[in-house]
Protein backbone atom coordinates (compact mmCIF):
# COMPACT_ATOMS: atom_id res chain seq x y z
CA UNK A 1 0.00 0.00 0.00
CA UNK A 2 2.89 2.49 0.69
CA UNK A 3 4.39 1.62 -2.61
CA UNK A 4 1.50 2.65 -4.52
CA UNK A 5 0.71 5.76 -2.04
CA UNK A 6 4.36 7.16 -2.27
CA UNK A 7 4.67 6.28 -6.74
CA UNK A 8 1.16 8.26 -6.59
CA UNK A 9 2.02 10.77 -4.72
CA UNK A 10 5.36 11.39 -6.81
CA UNK A 11 3.93 11.26 -9.84
CA UNK A 12 1.47 13.65 -9.21
CA UNK A 13 3.61 16.19 -7.39
CA UNK A 14 5.86 16.27 -10.22
CA UNK A 15 3.52 16.59 -13.34
CA UNK A 16 1.96 19.51 -11.02
CA UNK A 17 5.86 21.43 -10.69
CA UNK A 18 6.68 19.98 -14.35
CA UNK A 19 6.73 23.66 -15.84
CA UNK A 20 8.76 25.65 -13.18
CA UNK A 21 10.82 22.55 -13.11
CA UNK A 22 11.62 22.89 -17.05
CA UNK A 23 12.55 26.72 -16.65
CA UNK A 24 14.65 25.90 -13.27
CA UNK A 25 17.00 23.61 -15.47
CA UNK A 26 17.13 25.96 -18.60
CA UNK A 27 18.02 28.41 -15.90
CA UNK A 28 21.27 25.91 -15.01
CA UNK A 29 22.61 25.68 -18.66
CA UNK A 30 21.52 29.26 -19.96
CA UNK A 31 23.61 30.24 -22.51
CA UNK A 32 23.77 33.56 -24.89
CA UNK A 33 22.71 31.39 -27.52
CA UNK A 34 19.03 30.48 -25.32
CA UNK A 35 18.67 33.38 -22.76
CA UNK A 36 16.51 33.09 -19.83
CA UNK A 37 15.67 35.92 -17.98
CA UNK A 38 12.67 35.56 -16.11
CA UNK A 39 10.09 32.73 -14.85
CA UNK A 40 7.57 34.18 -16.79
CA UNK A 41 9.31 35.28 -19.64
CA UNK A 42 10.71 31.93 -19.87
CA UNK A 43 7.78 30.58 -19.69
CA UNK A 44 6.23 32.39 -22.31
CA UNK A 45 9.27 32.07 -24.45
CA UNK A 46 8.79 28.23 -24.23
CA UNK A 47 5.30 28.35 -24.93
CA UNK A 48 5.62 30.68 -27.76
CA UNK A 49 8.78 28.24 -29.27
CA UNK A 50 7.33 24.82 -28.37
CA UNK A 51 3.59 25.30 -27.56
CA UNK A 52 2.20 23.89 -24.31
CA UNK A 53 4.05 20.66 -24.72
CA UNK A 54 7.11 22.12 -24.59
CA UNK A 55 5.88 22.81 -20.68
CA UNK A 56 6.05 19.10 -20.16
CA UNK A 57 9.74 18.02 -22.29
CA UNK A 58 10.99 15.55 -19.79
CA UNK A 59 8.18 15.19 -17.86
CA UNK A 60 7.43 11.78 -18.65
CA UNK A 61 10.77 10.37 -18.06
CA UNK A 62 10.56 12.60 -14.44
CA UNK A 63 7.15 10.50 -14.05
CA UNK A 64 8.76 7.34 -14.86
CA UNK A 65 11.54 8.08 -12.37
CA UNK A 66 9.55 9.50 -9.22
CA UNK A 67 7.26 6.62 -9.39
CA UNK A 68 9.91 4.12 -8.14
CA UNK A 69 12.03 6.82 -6.72
CA UNK A 70 9.58 7.59 -3.78
CA UNK A 71 8.04 3.80 -3.78
CA UNK A 72 11.48 2.39 -2.74
CA UNK A 73 12.08 5.49 -0.74
CA UNK A 74 8.51 4.59 1.56
CA UNK A 75 10.08 0.95 1.28
CA UNK A 76 12.94 1.12 2.12
CA UNK A 77 12.66 3.77 5.03
CA UNK A 78 10.89 1.14 6.91
CA UNK A 79 12.88 -1.36 6.21
CA UNK A 80 16.20 0.65 7.87
CA UNK A 81 13.81 1.75 10.78
CA UNK A 82 13.47 -2.06 11.66
CA UNK A 83 16.88 -2.65 11.23
CA UNK A 84 17.95 0.38 13.29
CA UNK A 85 14.72 -0.26 16.29
CA UNK A 86 14.44 -4.03 16.26
CA UNK A 87 11.03 -5.63 16.08
CA UNK A 88 9.51 -1.67 17.21
CA UNK A 89 10.34 0.89 15.00
CA UNK A 90 8.26 3.47 17.63
CA UNK A 91 11.34 3.21 19.60
CA UNK A 92 14.00 4.35 17.08
CA UNK A 93 15.99 7.05 18.02
CA UNK A 94 16.72 10.00 16.34
CA UNK A 95 19.82 8.76 15.12
CA UNK A 96 18.55 5.82 13.66
CA UNK A 97 15.86 7.59 12.20
CA UNK A 98 18.14 10.10 10.46
CA UNK A 99 20.43 6.96 8.92
CA UNK A 100 16.96 5.25 7.87
CA UNK A 101 15.89 8.12 6.08
CA UNK A 102 19.72 8.73 4.60
CA UNK A 103 19.97 5.29 3.53
CA UNK A 104 16.24 4.92 2.07
CA UNK A 105 17.15 8.19 -0.23
CA UNK A 106 20.44 6.84 -1.22
CA UNK A 107 18.71 3.67 -1.93
CA UNK A 108 16.56 5.38 -4.20
CA UNK A 109 18.74 7.70 -5.91
CA UNK A 110 20.70 4.08 -7.01
CA UNK A 111 18.15 2.80 -8.96
CA UNK A 112 16.52 5.56 -10.34
CA UNK A 113 20.12 7.55 -11.28
CA UNK A 114 19.90 6.65 -15.33
CA UNK A 115 16.41 8.12 -15.20
CA UNK A 116 17.25 11.50 -13.33
CA UNK A 117 19.62 12.32 -16.04
CA UNK A 118 17.78 11.43 -19.16
CA UNK A 119 15.26 13.92 -17.60
CA UNK A 120 17.18 16.43 -17.08
CA UNK A 121 18.88 15.98 -20.50
CA UNK A 122 15.54 15.83 -22.41
CA UNK A 123 13.88 18.63 -20.68
CA UNK A 124 17.08 21.15 -21.54
CA UNK A 125 16.59 20.17 -25.55
CA UNK A 126 15.36 22.95 -27.05
CA UNK A 127 13.37 22.98 -30.37
CA UNK A 128 13.97 25.13 -33.47
CA UNK A 129 10.85 25.89 -35.47
CA UNK A 130 9.32 23.29 -33.84
CA UNK A 131 12.51 20.10 -34.56
CA UNK A 132 13.55 18.82 -31.84
CA UNK A 133 17.74 19.20 -31.03
CA UNK A 134 18.46 15.70 -29.83
CA UNK A 135 15.82 13.22 -28.37
CA UNK A 136 12.65 12.77 -29.62
CA UNK A 137 11.24 11.12 -26.55
CA UNK A 138 12.26 8.99 -23.73
CA UNK A 139 13.29 5.65 -25.03
CA UNK A 140 15.27 6.86 -27.96
CA UNK A 141 17.24 9.13 -25.32
CA UNK A 142 17.60 5.77 -23.11
CA UNK A 143 19.47 4.47 -26.14
CA UNK A 144 21.27 6.65 -26.99
CA UNK A 145 22.60 7.93 -23.52
CA UNK A 146 23.42 4.72 -22.03
Known sequence: QKLMCGGTAGAVSKT???PLERVKILFQVNSK???YTGVVSSLKKIMTQEGYKG???GNFSSVIR???YAAIQFVSFDFYQRLFAGSDPSKISLKGNFFAGALAGATSVIFTYPLD???ARMAVQMSRSGKVIQYRGLVQALVNMW
Do not use: K, Q, S
Open 66 to 68: VFP
Open 55 to 57: LYR
Open 117 to 119: VTR
Open 16 to 18: LIA
Open 33 to 35: EHP
